[in-house]
């Protein structure tokens, strides 16, 4: 369950994934069929709690451990668990839920895509403008490693970087045009981004404190659970081997006239008018692990070419 812990100067959160999935999508009848039967239901709400094997499952519902192993595939299939390793057998593997919630989008993708008054940045992964590191870092893109550790990351191929790793503390920072925001008045300006900890090779359960800033104040800090792995990223490429970082969480911060909101939970009252977003021609969207911070286990960012999902960093903002 998510911490609901929250105040003036951004503290940390730790929460699971939210999973929202479109009436038009591919995967929408999948996860509505996993979900209609009550077993599958009881399977998600044990793995809620802590990793269990087939075999786990099985001793708990007291059903055969071909009953379990049958609907654990179609929940694996459907996207809503994860398998913790990859090196374990048959009913030996470990699982997890992958979502505290899935919201059922009943709209058209063209009410939400397109609507009059909301527009979407893209912000590719290697665009930054300054960052620093305190340990090794590195980049990659769908073809190869563009830096490691020793080159830096001032490389001249650095725009295909789809995937940007630091350990430690450190930072990384973007300066985005803010032509689309002039004359204008917001009413809510949302950072999406697929993030996780970084360590050697991963490690599911290496905590790290990440903080965002816009315009040089804190939004908030998003406690990672984990650097992911033990499973391959939907999207990575062939070359990428299978004992590094695979995959990140979706992070979602939202900034309204009233509030801030981290994955939906109220984290600051940082609002809008603080962030002066209109003042020059830029605005600048900073993320990294203070060297203050308690759990400094530095960050992965994807790209779409990287990870579980198919997008860059995303700015997407509504006015009235």
């Known amino acids: 369950m998510p911490e609901d812990k929250y105040g003036n100067e951004g503290k940390s ?72 390793e990859t090196h374990g057998r048959g009913n030996s593997r470990p699982m997890i839920r992958k979502y505290a919630c899935v919201v059922m989008d009943l709209r058209d993708k063209s009410e939400t ?7 979407l940045i893209s912000i590719p992964i ?3 403008c300054d960052y620093q590191t305190s340990a090794y870092y590195g980049m990659a ?5 563009l830096a490691e550790n020793g080159s830096g990351l001032w490389v001249a191929n650095r725009s295909e970087a789809e995937l940007l790793w630091m350990a430690g503390h450190g930072y990384v920072s973007y300066k985005v045009s803010n032509q689309g925001l002039k004359d204008k008045t917001l009413s809510n300006f949302c950072i999406s981004m697929e993030i996780c900890s970084e360590t050697a090779t991963y490690n599911n359960n290496w905590e790290s404190d990440i903080t965002v800033w816009l315009n040089g104040v804190e939004l908030c800090t998003y406690r990672s659970p984990g650097d992911f792995g033990g499973r391959r990223g939907l999207n990575n490429p062939p070359w990428w081997k299978d004992h590094m970082t695979q995959f990140g969480l979706l992070v979602r911060i939202s900034v309204t006239n009233e509030c ?3 994955n939906n939970v109220v984290v600051s009252n940082v609002r809008l008018e603080q962030l002066k977003l209109t003042e020059n021609d830029y605005f600048e969207l900073k993320i990294g692990v203070k060297d203050s911070a308690k759990q400094q286990g530095g960050f992965n960012l994807f790209g779409k070419g990287f990870g579980d999902y198919k997008q860059d960093i995303e700015i997407y903002y509504e006015f009235c």
Do not use: Y
């Not at 893109?141 to 490693?145: I, Q």
């Open 260 to 262: 801030t909101c981290l």
């Open 13 to 84: 959160i730790r929460m699971m994934r939210k999973r929202v999935v479109n009436i038009n999508d591919p995967e929408f009848e999948k996860i509505a069929v996993c979900l209609s039967l009550k077993l599958r239901r009881k399977i998600l709400l044990l793995l809620n709690k802590k990793a269990m094997t087939t075999a786990q499952l099985s001793e708990k519902l007291n059903e055969p451990i071909t009953t379990i192993s049958t609907n654990v595939k179609m929940l694996e299939k459907a996207g809503l668990i994860i398998m913790l």
């Open 126 to 128: 290697g665009s930054f």
């Open 141 to 145: 893109s769908r073809n190869g490693l």
């Open 113 to 119: 895509i397109n609507h009059p008054r909301r527009r």
